[in-house]
């Protein structure tokens, strides 16, 4: 009787258990939805946390370092929102974007197709293996996870989203697609947003350390060439000369010319139809404020970390976005033009998606660790 009274307890204790974990991996409340797919609360605490992981690993790219206190979210990169609100822009998209293509995914029949069906599973089960591979175990990545209130099961649900997202951008705005960027577009985006900029950089920071031979000396352990300051003395001439290059060229002085005799930028002299850059791009802040606001013609004088840069901005010639020369200025320019894309399709349908109040606190959101999927 004792040992029936046990097995019964102990069945209970089971079914507990089971009932409790399901309630822990449907607990999270939806915060957004629309159609019948939903984004829980769970699920939109991982997207801040992964994203704000991601920014703050580009930090530098920002111009911005971490001072150790936290208030990093809270400068601007560029003296409009502060990072921390970028990151919550990018996952308030990311999340319009997911919800809406996951009712396009089923209004076109993609979920209908074996094959296409077959690619989405593939898909998620590689998302997943990538990322229990990265944290040594399923139970780790089920810890690191617990951070945000997810699991595996949540996980899965957030790479099916993203599988779907990934398909419908594929078939809608790949090649052939029906909202597939063409060329036209680019050369309307790149008169739009870029801009032409030939320099003389001259070093006013360092110089090599040269060999017997007069060739600059390598360090054998790093790969690198050796350096060492300049004197306030080097420095000074440095300056000097700087700005004797910028009047030459102020006063009409031809700037190739200039380019050959002085610059010390050996990016310069690959590049010879100069440096595209567009208010995204990944430059000295200083140069790409120079760039920006500089008209076509106008030679300036700039201090940037790079040293100290004569710079002359140049007309936007038709097409260069495909020269072999400058190709490598524009390779994320495809990327921009299909997230205006597709926040132009999907943004039609963004009325549609509900909301609850649910606001996490961003500064005390951790950094969850994940793969690059």
Same mark, same amino acid.
């Given at each position: 009787?004792?040992?029936?009274?046990?097995?019964?307890?102990?069945?209970?204790?089971?079914?507990?258990?089971?009932?409790?974990?399901?309630?822990?991996?449907?607990?999270?409340?939806?915060?957004?939805?629309?159609?019948?797919?939903?984004?829980?609360?769970?699920?939109?605490?991982?997207?801040?946390?992964?994203?704000?992981?991601? %920014?703050?690993?580009?930090?530098?790219?920002?111009?911005?370092?971490?001072?150790?206190?936290?208030?990093?979210?809270?400068?601007?990169?560029?003296?409009? #929102?502060?990072?921390?609100?970028?990151?919550?822009?990018?996952?308030?998209?990311?999340?319009?974007?997911?919800?809406?293509?996951?009712?396009?995914?089923?209004?076109?029949?993609?979920?209908?197709?074996?094959?296409?069906?077959?690619?989405?599973?593939?898909?998620?089960?590689?998302?997943?293996?990538?990322?229990?591979?990265?944290?040594g175990s399923r139970a780790e990545l089920?810890?690191?996870?617990?951070?945000?209130?997810?699991?595996?099961?949540?996980?899965?649900?957030?790479?099916?989203?993203?599988?779907?997202?990934?398909?419908?951008?594929?078939?809608?705005?790949?090649?052939?697609?029906?909202?597939?960027?063409?060329?036209?577009?680019?050369?309307?985006?790149?008169?739009?947003?870029?801009?032409?900029?030939?320099?003389?950089?001259?070093?006013?920071?360092?110089?090599?350390?040269?060999?017997?031979?007069?060739?600059?000396?390598?360090?054998?352990?790093?790969?690198?060439?050796?350096?060492?300051?300049?004197?306030?003395?080097?420095?000074?001439?440095?300056?000097?000369?700087?700005?004797?290059?910028?009047?030459?060229?102020?006063?009409g002085e031809n700037f190739e010319d200039?380019?050959?005799?002085?610059?010390?930028?050996?990016?310069?002299?690959?590049?010879?139809?100069?440096? %595209?850059?567009?208010?995204?791009?990944?430059?000295?802040?200083?140069?790409?404020?120079?760039?920006?606001?500089?008209?076509?013609?106008?030679?300036?004088?700039? #201090?940037?970390?790079?040293?100290?840069?004569?710079?002359?901005?140049?007309?936007?010639?038709?097409?260069?976005?495909?020269?072999?020369?400058?190709?490598?200025?524009?390779?994320?320019?495809?990327?921009?033009?299909?997230?205006?894309?597709k926040t132009s399709v999907y943004g039609?349908?963004?009325?549609?998606?509900?909301?609850?109040?649910?606001?996490?606190?961003?500064?005390?959101?951790?950094?969850?660790?994940?793969?690059?999927?």
């Amino acid at each position: 009787m004792k040992k029936a009274v046990r097995i019964v307890a102990a069945l209970a204790a089971a079914v507990m258990l089971a009932v409790s974990c399901a309630g822990c991996a449907a607990s999270s409340p939806v915060y957004a939805s629309y159609g019948k797919y939903g984004i829980t609360e769970a699920m939109y605490e991982y997207w801040l946390s992964y994203y704000k992981a991601r %920014f703050y690993a580009s930090l530098s790219d920002y111009g911005l370092t971490d001072d150790g206190n936290g208030s990093v979210w809270d400068k601007s990169p560029d003296g409009g #929102k502060t990072l921390g609100e970028q990151v919550k822009d990018h996952v308030d998209e990311l999340i319009r974007q997911l919800l809406v293509s996951s009712v396009i995914y089923d209004e076109r029949g993609f979920g209908e197709d074996a094959e296409t069906k077959k690619l989405l599973d593939d898909a998620v089960d590689g998302f997943l293996s990538d990322e229990i591979t990265a944290a040594g175990s399923r139970a780790e990545l089920n810890r690191d996870l617990s951070q945000v209130g997810c699991n595996i099961d949540t996980l899965r649900r957030i790479f099916e989203f993203e599988a779907r997202s990934m398909i419908v951008a594929d078939r809608l705005f790949g090649e052939g697609g029906e909202y597939a960027v063409t060329d036209a577009e680019r050369e309307e985006y790149y008169q739009d947003n870029y801009h032409r900029i030939k320099h003389v950089m001259i070093n006013d920071s360092y110089k090599y350390v040269l060999d017997d031979n007069g060739s600059p000396k390598v360090d054998i352990y790093t790969g690198r060439y050796i350096t060492e300051e300049l004197t306030d003395v080097e420095a000074a001439e440095k300056r000097e000369l700087a700005e004797s290059v910028y009047r030459r060229a102020s006063d009409g002085e031809n700037f190739e010319d200039l380019i050959e005799e002085y610059n010390e930028d050996a990016g310069m002299e690959a590049y010879t139809e100069g440096y %595209f850059v567009s208010p995204g791009s990944t430059v000295d802040p200083a140069y790409l404020s120079a760039a920006i606001t500089m008209k076509t013609d106008e030679v300036r004088l700039q #201090k940037t970390s790079y040293g100290l840069m004569i710079m002359k901005k140049y007309p936007l010639e038709p097409g260069m976005w495909q020269s072999e020369i400058s190709y490598a200025f524009f390779t994320g320019m495809d990327t921009e033009l299909l997230e205006q894309k597709k926040t132009s399709v999907y943004g039609k349908r963004y009325d549609g998606i509900t909301y609850t109040d649910f606001s996490p606190d961003f500064s005390q959101l951790p950094m969850i660790r994940a793969s690059q999927n």
